[in-house]
């Protein structure tokens, strides 16, 4: 198993920017495919992004293209989400998730989970 603890989340005016950090522990990181989702209220968990083990693949939601950046170091177990140019349509928990398998968008789909970080975009 892995497992996984977000920090970054805050609150910040809309056009700002912030970086959330995802820590692994456990197995070994690279073993997994590493992805952002994030929960508003009353709506369903959605996914952000995703990244490949050795990272070398992204991908990411049409609501963020060009905005936010996942990135990852398998050296020091961390994944992160950098986002720019905030809206008030991304305040949500943000979540980490981990996957062995594949590269997955739906949030059934991640086997692992973390207690997600609040992000707040104030207009």
């Known amino acids: 198993q892995v497992q996984l603890v977000e920090s970054g989340g805050g609150l910040v005016q809309a056009g700002g920017s912030l970086r959330l950090s995802c820590a692994a522990s456990?197995?070994?990181?690279?073993?997994?495919?590493m992805g952002w989702f994030r929960q508003a209220p009353g709506k369903e968990r959605e996914f952000v992004t995703a990244i490949s083990k050795s990272g070398g693949t992204t991908y990411h939601a049409d609501s963020v293209k060009g905005r936010f950046t996942i990135s990852r170091d398998n050296a020091k177990n961390m994944v992160w989400l950098q986002m720019n140019s905030l809206k008030p349509e991304d305040t949500a928990v943000y979540y980490c998730?981990?996957?062995?398998?594949?590269?997955?968008?739906?949030?059934?789909?991640?086997?692992?989970w973390g207690q997600g970080t609040q992000v707040t975009v104030s207009s």
């Open positions: 998730a981990a996957d062995p398998d594949r590269i997955f968008s739906r949030p059934g789909e991640y086997d692992y």
């Open positions: 456990g197995r070994t990181f690279s073993n997994y495919h």
